[in-house]
């Protein structure tokens, strides 16, 4: 969601005649775009401001984002930031910025009217041209007792199908192979139509996918309480979406589930699992634990092991818990010490990454086609240099390749195949095997 937000802003920006700079310290503006989902996050973003301010003294800094509404943090950078600008403000406010910069870009546009005003609406200035992220919904309005993002985010806002089908639309005909649904909750996407009729998010997808062209479509995050049979029914059905399905749990402990007000049990959970994997047994399941809530006991971290065994999940991110301000959780006792925390993450990566790896060996021998995104360059010791190809494949898995002739630069963007001869529990390997517009 930042980075389609940076997109967005540069829009806005090089409409008032604002260019990219090359070198941030020559930068007269510098728009930092923060997150705060944990506290590691915001200590780097804090002090890499500071940093920032040190080595290009005449910029002028904006700050964005999760962080620009919280007075603890505009008291930390109150010298080192210009203007803090919450993103929910950020049509009504970015006029601001031309006094600070010497008047660049004042009086050059007339400011968008309409929908246009709306953040969502803009087209972001995007630095891909085979990927892009479309914001779909914004906001949340589930308070998840640890989470942020209703407060830094503000309630959920989804924005009209006809804006996004028409925008999924120009990107596949100007060649975009990838797009990214994205929001804070897509699944709960209720966007209202021109006739005011309101769409679920089964019924985009399916518009989405019914678009002509050669295209994958991948979205981010889905809260389980909102997977519908008619989702799962889409989901199956819909050949141009991604088979993984990122559903975060968050702990396999209904007391520490009931303690973060996710609202479903593992029971529910499992169920949901049952049903996509009765409909879909392709699927390629993910998601999102968070180790060291307050009051997790042993015997609670050995439920999320266990679901995670449940369910076979092939990919994982394990998140040590970090209590953040207004959030519900901040005031319970933050209980499970540092070394704890350490501890059942190192245990939680373990029994995924060997479920992934026993699960990825299905892979082998076959040959597997990605959207090719970047060439990765190996030098050896005696300076020999071999070049790979790197990519996601359907499953959304990384996927790496061995160009056998060729620098590869022009494969950047293309289809093509992968010959998996090696595995891991993150990523598959082996060579490339066929370069094809449509594969
Ligand atoms: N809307 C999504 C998640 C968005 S936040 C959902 O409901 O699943 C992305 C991830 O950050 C979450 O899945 C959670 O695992 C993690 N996270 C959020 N707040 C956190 C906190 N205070 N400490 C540790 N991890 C956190
Ligand atoms: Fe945060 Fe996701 Fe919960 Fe919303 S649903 S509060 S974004 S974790």
């Given at each position: 969601m ?11 920006l090089s ?7 090359k070198?941030?310290?020559?930068a007269?503006?510098?728009v930092?775009v923060t997150?705060?989902v ?6 780097r ?18 700050l964005t984002?999760c962080l620009?509404?919280?007075e603890?943090?505009k008291?930390?950078l109150?010298?080192?930031?210009d ?11 970015k006029d601001?910025?031309f ?6 870009g ?9 929908e246009k005003?709306?953040?969502?609406q803009?087209?972001?200035?995007r ?6 992220y ?6 949340c ?10 407060y830094a985010r503000?309630?959920?806002k989804?924005?009209?199908p006809e804006s996004?089908?028409?925008e ?13 649904l ?7 996407y209720?966007g209202k139509?021109?006739n ?19 295209f994958w ?9 909102d997977?519908t049979?008619?989702?799962i ?5 819909c050949?141009?979406?991604?088979s ?5 749990i968050?702990?396999?402990s ?6 973060m007000?996710?609202?479903y049990?593992?029971?529910n959970?499992?169920?949901?699992i ?7 047994p392709?699927?390629?399941l ?6 060291g809530?307050?009051?997790e ?6 439920d999320s092991?266990?679901i995670?065994?449940k ?20 005031k ?7 070394a ?5 993450q190192?245990?939680l ?7 992934a790896?026993?699960?990825n060996?299905?892979?082998?021998g ?8 970047r060439?990765?360059t ?6 020999k240099?071999t070049r ?5 494949s ?5 996927i790496?390749?061995l ?5 590869g630069?022009d494969?950047i ?10 595995t891991t529990a ?5 060579e ?8």
């Open positions: 930042n980075h389609v937000d940076a997109e967005i802003i540069s829009y806005t409409e008032r005649n604002y260019k990219p700079a070198d941030c310290a020559k007269n503006l510098i930092v997150c705060g944990r506290n590691s996050a915001e200590e973003i804090v002090s890499w401001t500071q940093k920032l301010k040190t080595q290009s003294k005449n910029s002028v800094i904006v984002g620009s509404h919280r603890d943090i008291t930390r109150h010298e080192t930031v203007l803090f600008i919450p993103i929910e403000n950020w049509m009504a406010r601001e910025i006094s600070l910069t010497h008047n660049v004042a009086g050059l546009k007339p400011a968008p009217t309409g005003n709306c953040f969502y803009i087209l972001p200035q630095a891909s041209t085979f990927q892009a479309i914001p779909i919904m914004t906001g309005n589930n308070f998840c007792s640890y989470c942020v993002v209703p503000g309630r959920e989804s924005r009209s996004i089908i028409n999924a639309e120009q990107l596949v005909k100007k060649g975009c192979k990838e797009l990214y994205l929001g804070q909750n897509v699944n709960s209720q139509d021109k005011n009729r309101i769409w679920n998010f089964a019924r985009l997808l399916k518009n989405i996918n019914g678009i002509a062209g050669n479509i991948r979205f981010i995050s889905s809260h389980p309480k997977i049979e008619k989702f029914e889409t989901y199956a059905n050949r141009k979406v991604s993984n399905l990122h559903l975060p968050q702990s396999g209904n007391k520490i589930l009931g303690l007000n996710r609202k049990t593992r029971e959970y499992l169920d949901i049952s049903k996509i994997r009765r409909r879909y392709q699927a390629v993910s998601t999102d634990i968070i180790v809530f307050p009051g006991t042993d015997k609670d971290f050995r092991l266990d995670v065994k369910v076979g999940f092939e990919m994982l991110f394990s998140l040590k818990y970090s209590s953040r301000p207004e959030t519900a959780a901040q319970m006792k933050d209980s499970v010490p540092p704890i925390k350490i501890a059942r190192r245990k990566d373990q029994v995924w990454k060997k479920i790896l026993a699960k060996k299905r892979f082998l076959q040959e597997i086609k990605i959207l090719v995104d060439i990765k190996k030098t050896d010791n005696h300076g240099i790979y190809v790197q990519g996601k359907f499953e959304n898995k990384d790496q390749g160009i056998k002739s060729g620098k630069n494969l963007g293309k289809w093509a195949t992968v010959k998996i001869s090696e993150v990523a598959l390997r082996g490339l095997a066929r370069v094809k517009k449509n594969i």
